[in-house]
C-alpha cells in the first residue's frame, strides 16, 4: 500500500515548456487535489476532482489543467511554463467528509 | 479577510514550554476540521482531527469555538521534535491556513 505517490519528484523546465505531473493513489479515494506551496503563503488550491471524470477549479487555477480519466490517478498539466509556476507541487486524496487528507510527498519544480 | 487565517508566527519557546496556536475561519457552514503537521520541504501530515466538543491526544489538544469561528491546537511539554509548521485545514472549503512556524529550543 504506496498511498499517494508522484511523479517527478523534481524538475526543471524552461520557460514556455510544457510537462505533466503525475499523482496516483491506491486507496480507491473519491476526491483527489492539487496545491501548490510557495515559501510563506501555505498551500493554495489549483484544482480539484471529486470523482473519476471530473474536475473543478480551485483557488489558482490559471496557467494549469487536470484530468483525472482513472479514480486512482490525478493528472496536472503546465501547457506553457512560466516562472511564476516555480513552487512545490503536492497532491492529496481522500475519502468523502469528513475524513483527513493524504499527501504525496510533493514535486519541486523550477521554471527558468 | 481570508478564509482561514494563522498567525504565522515563528513561536519560539522553551522545552517544557505550553504553546497554544488558533487558527480564524470565515465560514460558518464548515463542519470539518483538522490539524496538520509539516516538517520543512516535507508533506503535510495529520496530526489531529478537531471534534466540537474538543479532543486530546497526549500533549496536543485541540479545541473548536464555533460561535468565534476559531480551532485552536495546545502543546503541552513542548519536545525538541515539536519543532515545525503547524497547518489548520478546514475541510470542507479545502482551506488551509499558511501555517505557524514552531521552534522549540533546548
Known amino acids: 500500500n504506496a498511498g499517494v505517490t508522484q511523479t517527478p519528484k523534481f524538475r526543471v523546465l524552461k520557460t514556455g515548456q510544457s510537462m505533466t505531473l503525475l499523482c496516483a493513489q491506491d486507496?480507491?479515494?473519491?476526491?483527489m487535489y492539487w496545491y501548490r506551496q510557495d515559501p510563506g503563503m501555505g498551500l493554495r488550491l489549483i484544482h480539484y476532482?471529486?470523482?473519476?471524470?471530473?474536475?473543478a477549479k480551485g483557488e489558482v487555477p490559471d496557467g494549469y489543467n487536470v484530468s483525472r480519466l482513472k479514480k486512482q490517478n490525478f493528472l496536472l498539466g503546465l501547457e506553457s511554463a512560466a516562472p511564476s509556476q516555480t513552487s512545490v507541487y503536492f497532491c492529496a486524496s481522500r475519502p468523502p467528509a469528513p475524513y483527513e487528507q493524504y499527501f504525496g510527498p510533493g514535486t519541486r519544480l523550477t521554471v527558468t | 479577510r481570508k478564509e482561514v487565517e494563522q498567525d504565522p508566527g515563528p513561536f519560539n519557546v522553551p522545552e517544557g514550554a505550553t504553546v497554544a496556536f488558533n487558527c480564524t475561519y470565515s465560514?460558518?457552514?464548515?463542519?470539518?476540521f483538522f490539524w496538520y503537521r509539516q516538517d520543512c520541504r516535507k508533506e503535510p501530515k495529520l496530526l489531529m482531527s478537531v471534534y466540537s466538543s474538543g479532543n486530546e491526544d497526549g500533549r496536543f489538544t485541540a479545541q473548536l469555538n464555533r460561535a468565534s469561528q476559531y480551532i485552536s491546537l495546545l502543546i503541552r511539554d513542548s519536545k525538541l521534535s515539536d519543532s515545525a509548521t503547524y497547518l489548520c485545514v478546514v475541510n470542507d472549503d479545502m482551506r488551509f491556513g499558511a501555517g505557524t512556524r514552531l521552534t522549540v529550543k533546548p
Open positions: 476532482s471529486v470523482g473519476e471524470g471530473t474536475t
Open positions: 465560514n460558518s457552514a464548515s463542519q470539518s
Open positions: 486507496m480507491n479515494h473519491e476526491y
